[in-house]
């Protein structure tokens, strides 16, 4: 099983970024898939979740309004929009799939991670 994410960079406050996974070696229809975060020194973090077929979807607080977690099962891929991006979305983000039905903010219920990709935003 492969996770890959793509599109991190340096974004300055207030720009978007749209972060893409995508999946290989694994059903990835029947998992519901998640983003996380992790800023230096900081436990890794819920973002956001989308159910196996994309009808539900949840997101943290601190980025509802702002993020949109979207996916595509043809391609088994899930993606991120980030828009009005500010210095506290700085982290490492990564993607994340759940083998449970039900949309999940734990990382014990995720099975499979990728490598995750750098999100720095910064004037």
């Known amino acids: 099983v492969q996770l890959v994410e793509s599109g991190g960079g340096l974004v300055q406050p207030g720009g978007s970024l749209r972060l893409s996974c995508a999946a290989s070696?694994?059903?990835?229809?029947?998992?519901?898939m998640g983003w996380f975060r992790q800023a230096p020194g900081k436990d890794r973090e819920f973002v956001s979740a989308?159910?196996?077929?994309?009808?539900?979807?949840d997101y943290a607080d601190s980025v509802k309004g702002r993020f949109t977690i979207s996916r595509d099962n043809a391609k088994s891929a899930v993606s991120l929009q980030m828009n009005s991006l500010k210095p506290e979305d700085t982290a490492v983000y990564y993607c994340?799939?759940?083998?449970?039905?039900?949309?999940?903010?734990?990382?014990?219920?995720?099975?499979?991670w990728g490598q995750g990709t750098q999100v720095t935003v910064s004037s």
């Open positions: 989308i159910s196996r077929r994309g009808g539900d979807t």
């Open positions: 070696g694994l059903p990835f229809s029947i998992y519901s």
């Open positions: 994340a799939a759940s083998p449970v039905i039900t949309l999940k903010r734990d990382v014990r219920d995720y099975t499979y």
